[in-house]
């Protein structure tokens, strides 16, 4: 219950009073700020009436945790403010209602990986279609140094430029990079494949994770993905929480408070300094970082104090279970296999063939 993802997750698996006993719990539209006291008292009751009517036993199955974890990664934002159903969730009176729900997915057998380390034996690589005609490029195995090194470059030029160019006033209306991870890198980014969730009627796909939890969805149609096989042998940062991730900021801080200034403060509320790890520093240290799905649930999205600092951080651009690979250390992709999208089935994705 530390982050909105992982409140998120939570206020998705409360089912309707008024239509049986399935989710998603239908939230009111506020008609004043939930901190208005008769408004907050409205949204209390509808939570505590949903809760009542939520069968926590039946909550816990892999489909319905798949569905809550998807929704809640599907409406992650960090370039404008949280959705309603957010601002509500961030209310800690709200969320504390949702602690049952929270201990609920816990004990479930299928969350308990969401609590591991990367898992080498199982990891995929994903490739999204772009250009025209569209193609599925081929993620980055070698030259990641000079990758990273030309990230670092950017962002420090970028930082340079914002803190030229745009005003001081955190609730300006600008924005520009909102995602603390080396993105547009062509870096490869791995996760595993979901364990099976088919129920009856339901359809048995084991996607991999990097195909199904996607923050900023495109709606793309069709993706590509390879098998990786990483050595045993490597040094893999684990992200499991907020402390975890402002650690790897004060040990590699790289500043971007002018750059990401405005997007986060319209997502977090906070104003004041901002720090991202400095990639190509970490690539010195470790050949990995990997976010756990419970480590993307209680940190994505919130402003995280750096230790040591007056900055703060946001875990944004991220997904649960991707693992960064740094330094040149994987060896050759395997076979790809391409996929198709399948609207109303989870995983959301079926093999082509």
């Keep these: 219950m530390a982050g909105p993802r992982g409140r998120r997750l939570c206020a998705e698996l409360l089912a309707t009073p008024t239509g049986g006993s399935g989710p998603p719990f239908r939230w009111r ?30 909550m816990a199955s892999p ?21 309603e159903v957010d601002q509500v969730l961030a209310d800690d009176d709200v969320a504390a209602l949702l602690t049952p729900v929270a201990v609920a997915v816990v004990r479930a057998a299928a969350s308990q990986w969401w609590a591991t380390p990367v898992d080498l034996a199982d990891q995929h ?8 005609p569209p193609e599925h490029p081929v993620p980055r195995t070698s030259g990641t140094q000079e990758a990273l090194h030309s990230w670092r470059a950017a962002t420090l030029a ?24 080396p993105a547009l890198t062509g870096l490869a980014v791995t996760g ?24 900023d969805e495109m709606g793309w149609g069709t993706a590509r993905t390879w098998p990786v096989s990483p050595p045993t042998a490597v040094r893999v940062y684990e992200v ?33 300094r901002w ?26 999205g919130q402003a995280v104090p750096v230790p040591g600092s007056d ?34 089935d989870l995983p959301r994705w079926a093999p082509v063939g």
């Design 29 to 58: 539209l506020l008609s004043a700020p939930v901190s208005d006291p008769d408004e907050r008292a409205r949204v209390l009751d509808d939570v505590r009436a949903a809760l009542a009517v939520t069968d926590l036993t039946a």
């Design 63 to 83: 489909w319905r945790l798949l569905d809550a974890l998807m929704a809640s990664v599907d409406q992650a934002r960090y370039w404008q403010p949280p959705d």
């Design 125 to 132: 690589a994903v490739g999204w279609p772009a250009g025209e």
């Design 158 to 181: 970028d930082e340079e430029r914002a803190a030229r160019e745009r005003p001081a006033d955190p609730a300006a209306p600008y924005s520009g990079c909102w995602w603390s991870v």
């Design 192 to 215: 595993r494949r979901l364990p099976r969730v088919a129920e009856a009627g339901g359809v048995d796909r084991p996607a991999p994770v990097g195909l199904v939890l996607v923050e």
């Design 240 to 272: 499991t929480g907020p402390p975890a991730w402002a650690a790897l900021v004060e040990r590699y801080p790289l500043e971007v408070s002018a750059a990401r200034r405005h997007d986060w403060y319209r997502t977090t509320g906070w104003d004041g």
């Design 275 to 300: 720090a991202i790890p400095d990639w190509a520093a970490v690539a010195d240290d470790f050949d990995a970082v990997h976010l756990t799905v419970d480590g993307y649930l209680s940190t994505a």
């Design 311 to 344: 900055a703060r951080t946001v875990l944004a651009g991220a997904a649960p279970d991707a693992t960064w690979w740094l330094p040149d250390v994987l060896p050759e992709l395997g076979e790809p296999t391409d996929w198709r999208r399948a609207q109303g």
